[in-house]
């Protein structure tokens, strides 16, 4: 039985880091991946998480033992951002969707407008033609009036607005649980299995009261 493939664009917003956690476990749930950075994202990859990418991703795949880790590398598939002849880019290549980690503004807008200028852009748009899981996760503040109205149109087109904003009912002790609240999120929206991250399992009892407790005469007819 082949493995489920997703698509993992990356851009030029901030946090790198959700991507870097997203592929990683994608690949443990049993997923390939295929992930594209573009000229932007490089840049940010290379300054949040130390990975030179090259200008258009062209070194990726060379970093991509490094920085993920050999056996999640070994499923991963990389793309430069001008490569608009992979596979992704076809409306027959059959995916289990894309996602794109973080999402800049500026990517958010042409995909809403249907407008590609890259592989990333272009393989979003696939997915919203073909009426297959499109994900994007938008990391701005604050959103303007055109970012809103931007994020509306993709839900109403179909896809999935989710931005990076961890909660922080799971009471986080580090910024990987942060990260990993997110993820946690996306990979329940993919229909994805996981373990990771705390789910929500109500509040616990509050301690009694001192003098409160009935004791030994509970039971009815209490002392004798």
């Not at 994900?135 to 931007?150: D, G, T, W």
């Not at 990979?187 to 509040?203: A, C, N, T, Y």
Request: aromatic content about 4%; some cysteine; proline content about 7%.
């Amino acid at each position: 039985m082949s493995r489920l493939r997703f698509f993992v664009g990356i851009t030029g917003a901030s946090g790198h880091a959700y991507a870097e956690r997203l592929v990683q476990e994608l690949v443990r749930a049993g997923c390939d991946v295929d992930v594209c950075v573009t000229d932007a994202g490089c840049k940010v990859l290379r300054h949040e998480r130390g990975v030179d990418a090259g200008v258009r991703g062209e070194r990726l795949a060379a970093a991509l033992p490094r920085w993920l880790g050999e056996d999640v590398a070994a499923h991963v598939r990389t793309f430069r951002s001008d490569e608009v002849e992979a596979r992704a880019a076809s409306g027959t290549s059959l995916t289990g969707g894309v996602i794109v980690a973080p999402c800049s503004m500026g990517t958010l807008a042409r995909v809403a407008a249907g407008f590609s200028s890259n592989l990333v852009e272009r393989a979003a748009d696939v997915a919203l033609k073909e009426g297959r899981r499109l994900l994007l996760m938008p990391r701005e503040a604050p959103f303007s009036v055109i970012h809103l109205e931007n994020m509306l149109r993709i839900a109403r087109l179909g896809g999935i607005v989710l931005p990076c904003a961890p909660g922080f009912y799971h009471l986080p002790q580090t910024i990987e649980d942060l990260v990993v609240h997110v993820v946690g999120k996306v990979l329940d929206r993919l229909e994805v299995p996981h373990g990771i991250g705390k789910r929500w399992q109500g509040l616990p009892e509050p301690p009694q009261e001192p003098g409160t407790d009935p004791g030994p005469f509970a039971t009815a007819g209490g002392p004798a």
